[in-house]
Nanobody, 127 residues
């Protein structure tokens, strides 16, 4: 059974930083493209950052230049370094496989494990 355990969220002032972690068990992330997602109140969950198995990063425009995604295949862990945080970054953050970067294996994983989401970690940006 694949599990995603996110941590590192909290309350931070605008302009501050946080580093989120996501430990994956039940599979090896080295074969998958990985993503960070977030869901703000009243909104759908959205993909904001991803990194392929080859290390190619992609970011949603609103976080580009502020967020950095890192993968550590040896620890089956992905990280999201978030700098210059804004109130609009307030959301619950999740990690999961990203099936949008062209990897057939990643697409298959997403199709087979569509309900395998962790609890997420709450990030609140407020003064």
């Amino acid at each position: 059974q694949v599990q995603f355990v996110e941590s590192g969220g909290g309350l931070v002032q605008p302009g501050g930083s946080l580093r989120l972690s996501c430990v994956v068990s039940g599979t090896m992330i080295s074969v998958y493209d990985m993503g960070w997602y977030r869901q703000a109140p009243g909104n759908q969950r959205e993909l904001i950052a991803s990194i392929t198995t080859q290390g190619s990063e992609k970011y949603e425009d609103s976080v580009k230049g502020r967020f950095t995604m890192i993968r550590d295949n040896s620890a089956d862990t992905v990280y999201l370094q978030m700098n210059s945080l804004k109130p609009e970054d307030t959301a619950v953050y999740y990690c999961n496989v990203d099936g949008t970067r062209g990897s057939i294996m990643s697409q298959t994983f997403v199709q087979r494990h569509s309900t395998s989401w962790g609890q997420g970690t709450q990030v609140t940006v407020s003064s």
